[in-house]
């Protein structure tokens, strides 16, 4: 059952509170598939070798890092603040890598051509980039998510944890919060239904399909779910999800 429309018949509205990755993996867009809004949290600290700035593909036959080069990168640096090195041609290379990897894959022009464009967009922050991979797949997909483009519009930035994300929620007037089930631990659900929102979390069964070996690779980049799927396979697999309450 599509989230959505079971939301618009109660009159409740959904939300998740997600950093803006780089092409992340199918969890990060079934979650955006569950709720109405999406809002990207790219007014906290960055975080080195996290998913930000890089993914994993299928690259030589095994399942490596790509990565999108950036300039004094920092952990006391908010991720909005974060630049791409300019003039580097990290973006040739990194589409060739792609491209003679993915070559042969059934959905290999028209998921290539997505991510060209993100890639070459002339983007000079992480951030933006980020959010851009995420919004590509999702209108291609034709999700009905909004997606909120900067958290610093809620002016809580001096909010932490639990107390942060309600705010958030209440300003955006949901009743719902939806998460990926490593925030199980973060919060107490009674802290939330204090405020009249209900935490739910969004199971993960894994997913096979067919990719070029035998070995099924699992938590790759969208990128791969994309090259390897048709459309409407993906969308059953994003909306077709139950959602746990906490």
């Known amino acids: 059952m599509n989230p959505h429309a079971s939301d618009r018949e109660t009159g409740n509205r959904s939300i998740a509170i997600m950093q803006p990755y780089l092409f992340p993996y199918i969890g990060y867009y079934q979650l955006a ?9 790219d007014d906290v600290n960055y975080i080195k070798r996290g998913w930000i700035n890089r993914n994993r593909l299928i690259f030589s036959g095994s399942p490596r890092y790509f990565t999108v080069p950036v300039s004094n990168a920092s952990q006391f640096k908010k991720i909005s603040d974060i630049e791409i090195c300019p003039a580097t041609n990290w973006q040739k290379k ?13 959905y290999f022009r028209s998921t290539f051509e997505a991510v060209n464009t993100v890639l070459n967009s002339g983007e000079t ?40 994300i309600i705010d958030i929620c209440r300003k ?9 089930p490593n925030g199980a ?60 309450p906490a």
């Open 33 to 41: 598939a569950s709720v109405h809004r999406l809002v990207f949290l």
């Open 172 to 180: 955006e007037h949901a009743t719902l919060y939806y998460n990926l």
């Open 94 to 106: 990194l589409c060739t890598s792609i491209s003679q990897s993915y070559g042969k894959a059934p």
């Open 185 to 244: 631990g973060l919060y107490d659900k009674a802290t939330f239904a204090e405020y009249g929102i209900q935490i739910s979390f969004l199971p993960l069964p894994e997913i096979e399909y067919p990719q070029f070996s035998r070995t099924f690779h699992p938590s790759l980049s969208m990128i791969d779910v994309m090259m390897f799927n048709p459309i409407e396979k993906i969308k059953r697999l994003l909306l077709d999800k139950p959602i746990n």
């Open 125 to 164: 922050r992480i951030s933006e980039m980020a959010k851009m991979s995420i919004q590509v797949f999702s209108e291609m997909l034709d999700l009905p998510t909004k997606f909120v483009h900067s958290s610093s519009i809620y002016n809580n930035d001096a909010l932490m944890g639990a107390d942060r």
